[in-house]
């Protein structure tokens, strides 16, 4: 799902993180399923937890030296680029 690379500031990807099913034992995976704000997907969970770097118009505020990952979580990119589709279009 690369047809888009345009920011739309939505803020989803900044209010997400994703933790892969392998670093989460079988004993808190069935703690963290009960829980509201989570998506559970085939390799990993999306949590709804919101960067508190993030401004109220969905802007970075630490742009020039957010973490490497935050560049490399986009939308457009391969990482986790068809979860964060989906998560933006149900207004997760
Ligand atoms: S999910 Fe995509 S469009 Fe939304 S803020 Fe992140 S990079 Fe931008
Ligand atoms: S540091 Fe900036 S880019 Fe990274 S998650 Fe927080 S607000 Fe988003």
Same mark, same amino acid.
């Given at each position: 799902?690369?047809? @888009? @690379?345009?920011c739309?500031?939505? $803020?989803?990807c900044c209010?997400t993180?994703?933790?892969p099913?392998?670093?989460?034992? @079988?004993?808190?995976?069935?703690?963290?399923?009960?829980?509201k $704000?989570?998506?559970?997907?085939e390799?990993?969970i999306?949590?709804?937890?919101?960067? /508190?770097?993030?401004?109220?118009?969905?802007?970075?505020?630490?742009?020039?030296?957010?973490?490497r990952?935050?560049?490399?979580?986009?939308?457009?990119?391969?990482?986790?680029? /068809?979860e964060?589709? %989906?998560?933006? @279009? %149900? $207004?997760?």
């Open positions: 799902m690369k047809e @888009n @690379n345009e739309t500031k939505c $803020g989803t209010k993180i994703f933790i099913l392998t670093l989460i034992s @079988n004993e808190m995976f069935a703690l963290l399923k009960m829980r $704000g989570i998506r559970i997907f390799n990993c999306a949590l709804k937890a919101p960067c /508190k770097h993030l401004t109220e118009n969905n802007l970075c505020s630490i742009q020039d030296n957010k973490p990952l935050c560049s490399e979580e986009t939308c457009w990119t391969d990482t986790h680029c /068809k964060l589709q %989906e998560l933006k @279009n %149900e $207004g997760f």
